[in-house]
């Protein structure tokens, strides 16, 4: 989930958070995530990230799950967003690795089971390379993790195919592998995926509950269609500073969040205009 930003103000705008998490769920998405890299977490103070995840906890009311995102610099910071995610309400949580310093697959292993042990919920862990100095978590600590803790599947936007059908096999069948780009939800469902925690989930959400409906139903020609049709996202996302698009989509599409957190700055006319061109195209395929 984007989070909204209050007009003028370097603050969540909670009522928008509200109202926006009661829109998703009204498009048939099957959870909700707060604090992630789409809501700009790393900009958000701790105070902030707390009510940001406790105010989606509150609207989702138990009607699905709400993962929140944690993960920091070092062991330290990330149990304490952990164990500040636990108590604002979070039923899952998706954990980044250590940022800045590169740690072996051990030392990975080591971290994720600390953080997976403070809190007792069950854990996703995101595979995020290029926001984490390219670490990628290998299958096999994955599949310790899986085996050991309460580790029960991972959100891999590194991009790689191969590596998340690596996952799987090294994991088993209970592990749930989401796609964290939107050109890859029918491959990775194709492989035995979950399905996928994305970006563009917030400004396309019903198309892709209905491509996910739709590949569960077993029409898989109508399903590989919807995908391509959610191709252009990924031209979408070239445009400004990540999530800074994302938001400007949402305003086009009628559900304004305001602009990004500092330091990043909205989309100019041209950039705003070029996004526009892109989400009708999409929307014109539907």
């Not at 105070?47 to 105010?55: A, I, S, Y």
């Not at 509150?58 to 610099?73: F, I, Q, R, T, Y």
């Not at 938001?247 to 526009?276: C, H, R, W, Y």
Request: charged share 15%.
């Amino acid at each position: 989930m984007v989070t909204p930003r209050a007009n003028g103000r370097d603050e969540p705008d909670l009522s928008r958070l509200r109202e926006l998490a009661r829109w998703l769920l009204g498009n048939g998405v099957h959870g909700l995530f707060a604090c992630s890299s789409t809501g700009e977490a790393p900009l958000l103070s701790w105070k902030q990230r707390r009510l940001v995840t406790e105010t989606v906890a509150e609207a989702a009311s138990g009607a699905v799950p709400v993962l929140a995102g944690v993960g920091a610099a070092s062991t330290a910071e990330s149990l304490r967003l952990a164990r500040d995610a636990r108590d604002a309400g979070a039923t899952h949580l998706a954990v980044l690795p250590l940022h800045f310093v590169p740690v072996s697959q051990e030392e990975l292993y080591g971290y994720f089971a600390a953080v997976a042990d403070s809190v007792g919920l069950p854990i996703l862990l995101y595979n995020f390379p290029a926001r984490t100095g390219g670490q990628n978590i290998a299958p096999e600590t994955a599949a310790r993790l899986a085996r050991d803790h309460n580790v029960i599947g991972l959100k891999d936007s590194g991009g790689d195919l191969a590596n998340g059908l690596a996952y799987l096999a090294a994991c088993g069948p209970d592990f749930a592998l989401f796609a964290g780009s939107e050109a890859l939800i029918y491959p990775t469902l194709m492989m035995g995926g979950a399905g996928t925690v994305c970006s563009g989930a917030n400004v396309l959400s019903a198309e892709m509950v209905t491509l996910y409906d739709t590949f569960r139903s077993g029409d898989l020609p109508q399903a590989k269609r919807l995908q391509e049709q959610l191709l252009p996202w990924r031209k979408i996302v070239a445009h400004g500073t990540f999530p800074a698009m994302v938001k400007a989509g949402m305003a086009l599409i009628g559900q304004p969040v305001g602009d990004p957190f500092l330091p990043t700055l909205p989309l100019s006319d041209e950039q705003t205009q070029a996004v526009n061109t892109l989400l009708r195209r999409i929307k014109a395929q539907a």
